[in-house]
């Protein structure tokens, strides 16, 4: 690909800086490889919730739910995910209402128990489930909403919570991209029956895998320690009787987390204020300058401090742009300056074989199963499908003020393209190889 020239006649990327231009993760504190060494010696595997898993349970709660009486690890946040279905009864006959372009572990596990699944399109602010769409779907079968916090934006809590509540439908938040993160100032994982977060390797708070499921309510908790503890825990935290039958073999899983995946989330947990005030103050002046390059268009954030740590940023390009250029020709001009720029790696997951073919996914009374046509699913699922077409996926900028240098080489970047674009100067040939890359964001969907 011919290199476009800057004004200066160079012919040199724009972007200097090397990559990656997100380290992650941090590398770990002394402290925390003692930690871990410490607990080498004395427990293999906590079978209750003492030690550091007792230690990452009540520190989690205290600064992401405090609202919430109870916070249960688990070795995953699929896992809480399942808990959190199973605690709410999900089964056979019963529907589950999710966002449909998502991380598929928000509703898969809603699979694995019987439940139907139906989808509903996104808001395009804040890229979670659209409320509009939402009251169109629910029915009398609908057992659980999940609502998914994408990318740190959080849902209109105000308009789910009165669709739920009045007719009577559990809420889950799914907080695995939002820790920290806020609707109108009240935390995220506060609104619905049950919430879960996910600590994988590349989120805010991680514990390499790991996950959380908090709760205000007593029943649900004790089913969410059945669902993945026993012995011990279920013995010791399980309060109603008829549950408490169950504490020798809880329901049948064995999901706890590990110790040392314990240590390595309280020593995270512990940096995340830091962490989440560097993303906030480096990305807010990344999306604040957007708009002055022409390339991209920014994102609505109403209160940096509400996106917490800021877990990903992807926006759209402008209008005009999209009209002229495809996602493609458009990420290899970029990589061509050096910014590190993909295309994000989620599909719908209307499209993903676990789904399609066997979930209804239009509204209630018509429950064809067959696989949606691309004009059905772009007509069905139109804010959706504009995002899964045209976002970009850029590096969630974390070390502030060290990293408003390349930065401002990015916005120079994404400056030169937009005029390049503008004057007709759009490659047409393949990418170069050594520009080659994997989506970026491929790894940090995890659950």
């Known amino acids: 690909m011919t290199t476009l020239p ?34 080498r010696n004395l427990d293999l595997a906590i079978r209750g919730n003492d030690g550091p898993i007792v230690e990452l349970e009540q520190l989690f709660r205290q600064r992401f739910t405090p609202s919430m ?50 989808f509903a399109d996104i808001d395009l602010q804040t890229r979670g489930m659209d409320p509009d769409h939402l009251e169109e779907l629910i029915g009398p ?15 209109d809590m105000t308009r789910i919570m009165n669709i739920a509540d009045r007719h009577g439908v559990a809420v889950i938040e799914d907080c695995s991209h939002a820790h920290g993160s806020a609707f109108e100032g009240t935390p995220v994982g506060s609104f619905g029956k049950v919430a879960v977060f996910s600590l994988q390797a590349n989120k805010a708070v991680f514990a390499g895998e790991g996950g959380v499921l908090a709760t205000d309510d007593q029943e649900v908790a004790d089913r969410a320690i059945l669902a993945g503890h026993y012995r011990d825990r279920a013995l010791r935290d399980v309060a109603a009787a008829d549950l408490h039958a169950y504490w020798e073999s809880g329901f049948g899983f064995k999901l706890r987390m590990s110790p040392f995946n314990a240590i390595v989330g309280i020593e995270s947990l512990r940096a995340f204020d830091e962490l989440a005030g560097g993303r906030q103050a ?3 002046y990344m999306n604040d300058r957007l708009a002055e390059t022409g390339l991209l268009d920014p994102l609505d954030v109403p209160n940096a401090e509400w996106m917490g740590a800021w877990y990903g940023f992807k926006p759209l390009p402008s209008h005009s742009v999209r009209t002229r250029v495809e996602r493609s020709t458009l990420v290899r001009m970029l990589q061509d300056e050096g910014v590190e720029v993909d295309a994000p790696s989620g599909r719908m997951l209307v499209r993903l074989p676990l789904f399609a073919g066997r979930t ?21 699922f139109p804010v959706a499908h504009l995002v899964e077409s045209n976002a970009l996926s850029l590096p969630t900028f974390y070390r502030w003020p060290h990293d408003r240098f390349v930065i401002d080489e990015y916005l120079r970047a994404f400056s030169k393209v937009a005029l390049a674009i503008e004057s007709g100067r759009i490659p047409n040939d393949e990418p170069r190889a050594d520009r080659a890359s994997l989506p970026r964001d491929g790894q940090s969907h995890g659950r």
Do not use: C
């Open 6 to 39: 800057l004004a200066s006649g160079r012919d040199v990327p724009e972007v200097k800086t090397p990559h990656p231009h997100e380290p992650w993760p941090p590398k770990a504190t002394d402290r925390e490889l003692g930690r871990l060494a410490e607990q």
């Open 69 to 118: 009486r109870h916070s249960i690890a688990f070795n995953s946040g699929t896992s809480a995910l399942l808990a959190a279905y199973m605690a709410l009864q999900v089964g056979e006959g019963d529907e589950v209402i999710a966002p449909v372009l998502t991380y598929h572990a928000a509703v898969s596990p809603a699979t694995a128990l019987g439940a139907v699944v139906r």
């Open 141 to 155: 079968r609908t057992k659980a909403i999940v609502i998914v916090h994408h990318w740190g934006h959080a849902a």
């Open 282 to 284: 480096a990305l807010s």
């Open 360 to 380: 209804p996914w239009r509204r209630p009374g018509d429950n064809s199963t067959r696989r949606p046509t691309e004009d059905e699913i772009a007509s069905t």
